[in-house]
Every structure is written in structure tokens, then in C-alpha cells.
């Protein structure tokens, strides 16, 4: 089965800005979705971003909307979270995810990474 690998976590500083990739181990691979989400300790797991694979629609949380932007190259199968202006509340561990139908819940997703730590600095 195809795996999601993040990469580009790491300690910022508040205000700062940072980029997380998400590589699937397969070029063949072909979702319908690619996403990312976070989860804070004790907590369940909240969407951030989505893309359409083949049309690259896209959708975003209104949580961090204006501030998170995703991307994707086809070429290579990654997708990527821009990260704009964080907040030390932005801390947690991000999650990329892929799935063969449209959606925002985490349990719609059948693919996900490992998992990267963000930390934001105040």
C-alpha cells in the first residue's frame, strides 16, 4: 500500500513562517484527495486543507483560512502546507492524508502520514 511521508516540521518562532511536504511512495499513485490536518494533545484530529487531485480545487478551514495554503505537484505526487504568520496555538502535530472521496472528516480518509511536530514559540 502506497505511504505518506511528511517532512519540514520544526521549532519557529511566532510570526514566522513554515512549509510542510507530504511525498507519496508511489508515483502511480492517484487520489481523488490529498489533505492536511492537526491534532492538538487529548484531541481529535481537525482538518486544515484539502485539494482535488486532478482539478486542484481546493478548501480550507475557516480556522486558518487567510494563513494556511495548500499546493500539490502531480509530477511527483507531494502535496504541501504553507504555513503563514503562526501562533504559538499553532503547535501541534500535522498530518498529511489522501482519500478516494471528497471530504473534510478524518474518518473519510483512508491514507495517512506519520505525523510532524510543529512547535511555535511565543
Known amino acids: 500500500q502506497v505511504q505518506l511521508v511528511e517532512s519540514g516540521g520544526g521549532l519557529v518562532q511566532a510570526g514566522a513562517s513554515l512549509r510542510l511536504s507530504c511525498a507519496a511512495s508511489?508515483?502511480?499513485?492517484?487520489?481523488?484527495?490529498m489533505g492536511w490536518f492537526r491534532q492538538f494533545p487529548g484531541k481529535e484530529r481537525d482538518f486544515l486543507v484539502a485539494?482535488?487531485?486532478?482539478?486542484?480545487?481546493?478548501y480550507t478551514a475557516e480556522s486558518v483560512k487567510g494563513r494556511f495554503t495548500i499546493s500539490r505537484d502531480n509530477t511527483t505526487v507531494a502535496v504541501y502546507l504553507q504555513m503563514n504568520s503562526l501562533k504559538p496555538e499553532d503547535t501541534a502535530v500535522y498530518y498529511c492524508?489522501?482519500?478516494?472521496?471528497?471530504?473534510?472528516?478524518?474518518?473519510?480518509?483512508?491514507?495517512w502520514g506519520q505525523g510532524t511536530q510543529v512547535t511555535v514559540s511565543s
Open positions: 492524508a489522501a482519500n478516494s472521496i471528497w471530504g473534510s472528516s478524518p474518518m473519510e480518509y483512508d491514507i
Open positions: 508511489e508515483r502511480s499513485f492517484n487520489p481523488y484527495v
Open positions: 485539494v482535488n487531485w486532478s482539478g486542484g480545487t481546493t
